[in-house]
Protein backbone atom coordinates (compact mmCIF):
# COMPACT_ATOMS: atom_id res chain seq x y z
CA UNK A 1 0.00 0.00 0.00
CA UNK A 2 1.72 3.43 -1.27
CA UNK A 3 1.71 5.84 1.71
CA UNK A 4 2.87 8.91 0.48
CA UNK A 5 1.03 12.17 1.55
CA UNK A 6 -0.71 12.26 -1.92
CA UNK A 7 -2.10 8.84 -2.36
CA UNK A 8 -3.38 9.44 1.43
CA UNK A 9 -5.08 12.42 0.40
CA UNK A 10 -6.22 11.29 -2.61
CA UNK A 11 -7.86 8.11 -0.67
CA UNK A 12 -9.22 10.47 1.82
CA UNK A 13 -10.93 12.59 -1.17
CA UNK A 14 -12.76 9.50 -2.84
CA UNK A 15 -14.22 8.32 0.80
CA UNK A 16 -15.41 11.71 1.39
CA UNK A 17 -17.04 11.91 -1.75
CA UNK A 18 -18.89 8.08 -1.85
CA UNK A 19 -19.45 9.03 2.04
CA UNK A 20 -21.26 11.90 1.24
CA UNK A 21 -22.65 10.89 -2.15
CA UNK A 22 -24.56 8.20 -0.36
CA UNK A 23 -25.98 9.94 2.58
CA UNK A 24 -27.13 12.62 -0.06
CA UNK A 25 -28.73 9.43 -1.88
CA UNK A 26 -30.62 8.16 1.50
CA UNK A 27 -31.39 11.85 2.73
CA UNK A 28 -33.10 12.91 -0.85
CA UNK A 29 -34.95 9.54 -1.40
CA UNK A 30 -36.26 9.90 2.63
CA UNK A 31 -37.70 13.09 1.08
CA UNK A 32 -39.15 12.68 -1.84
CA UNK A 33 -37.80 9.69 -3.80
CA UNK A 34 -35.93 8.66 -6.73
CA UNK A 35 -35.53 11.96 -8.65
CA UNK A 36 -34.53 13.73 -5.38
CA UNK A 37 -32.30 11.20 -4.50
CA UNK A 38 -30.02 11.33 -7.52
CA UNK A 39 -29.96 15.30 -7.43
CA UNK A 40 -29.06 15.41 -3.60
CA UNK A 41 -26.39 12.46 -4.26
CA UNK A 42 -25.27 14.48 -6.82
CA UNK A 43 -24.66 17.76 -5.22
CA UNK A 44 -23.43 16.43 -2.16
CA UNK A 45 -20.95 14.17 -3.43
CA UNK A 46 -19.82 16.90 -6.32
CA UNK A 47 -19.48 18.89 -3.07
CA UNK A 48 -17.38 16.75 -1.19
CA UNK A 49 -14.98 16.38 -4.16
CA UNK A 50 -14.74 19.87 -4.62
CA UNK A 51 -14.25 20.75 -1.31
CA UNK A 52 -11.08 18.19 -0.83
CA UNK A 53 -9.68 19.29 -3.90
CA UNK A 54 -9.45 22.59 -2.42
CA UNK A 55 -8.33 21.41 0.47
CA UNK A 56 -5.66 19.01 -0.84
CA UNK A 57 -2.65 21.50 -0.43
CA UNK A 58 -3.25 21.61 3.58
CA UNK A 59 -3.87 17.85 4.07
CA UNK A 60 -0.78 16.85 2.27
CA UNK A 61 1.39 19.62 4.35
CA UNK A 62 -0.38 17.96 7.59
CA UNK A 63 0.06 14.67 6.53
CA UNK A 64 3.87 15.39 5.70
CA UNK A 65 4.26 17.45 8.77
CA UNK A 66 3.45 14.43 10.60
CA UNK A 67 5.40 11.92 8.65
CA UNK A 68 8.75 13.88 9.65
CA UNK A 69 7.60 14.35 13.18
CA UNK A 70 7.14 10.58 13.08
CA UNK A 71 10.45 9.95 11.48
CA UNK A 72 12.45 12.16 13.74
CA UNK A 73 11.13 10.48 17.28
CA UNK A 74 11.61 7.05 15.44
CA UNK A 75 15.47 8.24 14.78
CA UNK A 76 16.21 9.82 18.20
CA UNK A 77 14.59 6.02 20.08
CA UNK A 78 16.84 4.28 18.01
CA UNK A 79 20.00 6.19 18.79
CA UNK A 80 19.34 6.29 21.98
CA UNK A 81 18.80 2.62 22.63
CA UNK A 82 22.07 2.07 20.46
CA UNK A 83 23.50 4.66 22.87
CA UNK A 84 22.74 2.50 25.82
CA UNK A 85 23.74 -0.69 24.13
CA UNK A 86 27.17 1.20 23.20
CA UNK A 87 27.45 2.32 26.65
CA UNK A 88 26.24 -1.19 28.51
CA UNK A 89 29.20 -3.34 26.47
CA UNK A 90 31.67 -0.51 27.78
CA UNK A 91 30.97 -0.97 30.96
CA UNK A 92 31.55 -4.43 30.56
CA UNK A 93 34.32 -4.31 28.95
CA UNK A 94 35.54 -1.95 32.39
CA UNK A 95 33.41 -4.28 35.44
CA UNK A 96 33.84 -7.78 33.84
CA UNK A 97 32.40 -10.29 35.40
CA UNK A 98 35.40 -13.11 35.16
CA UNK A 99 37.90 -10.67 36.25
CA UNK A 100 39.83 -7.80 35.71
CA UNK A 101 42.34 -9.69 33.37
CA UNK A 102 39.62 -10.54 30.94
CA UNK A 103 39.61 -8.29 28.53
CA UNK A 104 42.52 -7.12 27.19
CA UNK A 105 42.73 -3.15 26.73
CA UNK A 106 42.57 -3.14 22.80
CA UNK A 107 39.39 -4.30 23.36
CA UNK A 108 38.11 -1.72 26.38
CA UNK A 109 39.66 1.18 24.20
CA UNK A 110 37.46 -0.06 20.85
CA UNK A 111 34.34 0.08 23.15
CA UNK A 112 35.64 2.99 24.78
CA UNK A 113 35.19 4.64 21.41
CA UNK A 114 32.25 3.15 20.27
CA UNK A 115 30.35 4.31 22.96
CA UNK A 116 31.45 8.32 22.77
CA UNK A 117 30.43 8.15 18.95
CA UNK A 118 26.91 6.72 20.22
CA UNK A 119 26.97 9.21 22.63
CA UNK A 120 27.81 12.24 20.33
CA UNK A 121 25.06 11.07 17.41
CA UNK A 122 23.02 13.82 16.25
CA UNK A 123 19.20 13.98 17.16
CA UNK A 124 19.70 13.28 21.11
CA UNK A 125 17.64 15.41 23.50
CA UNK A 126 19.76 17.09 26.13
CA UNK A 127 18.49 14.88 29.06
CA UNK A 128 19.82 11.88 27.64
CA UNK A 129 23.37 13.02 26.45
CA UNK A 130 23.39 14.58 29.70
CA UNK A 131 22.91 11.25 32.01
CA UNK A 132 24.84 9.06 29.06
CA UNK A 133 28.17 11.77 30.17
CA UNK A 134 27.45 10.93 33.43
CA UNK A 135 27.35 7.20 33.01
CA UNK A 136 30.70 6.84 30.94
CA UNK A 137 32.22 9.79 33.75
CA UNK A 138 31.60 6.58 35.76
CA UNK A 139 32.75 4.13 33.50
CA UNK A 140 36.08 6.11 32.91
CA UNK A 141 36.61 6.49 36.39
CA UNK A 142 36.29 2.87 37.28
CA UNK A 143 33.47 3.77 39.67
CA UNK A 144 31.14 0.55 39.15
CA UNK A 145 28.76 1.40 42.12
CA UNK A 146 28.16 4.88 40.22
CA UNK A 147 28.17 3.51 37.13
CA UNK A 148 25.49 0.82 37.93
CA UNK A 149 23.73 4.06 39.34
CA UNK A 150 24.45 5.86 36.11
CA UNK A 151 23.61 3.50 33.97
CA UNK A 152 19.93 3.29 35.82
CA UNK A 153 19.68 6.74 35.11
CA UNK A 154 20.16 6.63 31.47
CA UNK A 155 17.81 3.69 30.74
CA UNK A 156 15.35 5.57 32.56
CA UNK A 157 15.88 8.93 30.40
CA UNK A 158 15.54 6.88 27.67
CA UNK A 159 12.39 5.79 28.70
CA UNK A 160 10.67 8.80 29.33
CA UNK A 161 11.64 9.87 25.97
CA UNK A 162 10.24 6.85 24.98
CA UNK A 163 7.10 8.03 26.50
CA UNK A 164 7.11 11.38 25.44
CA UNK A 165 6.95 10.12 21.99
Known sequence: ??????????????????????????????????????????????????????????????IRQGQGRAAALGYADGIADMMVLGISAYRAAVFPLSGPDAVDAAERVARRKAAYRLTAADGLPHRIREAAAAALAAIDERRDHEARSAMEDLMQAVQEQRRAT
Open 1 to 62: MDTTAEQISARTAAAWTVALAILGGFTGYAWDGPFLAVTCALSLGGGGAVGTVLSRRRIIAT
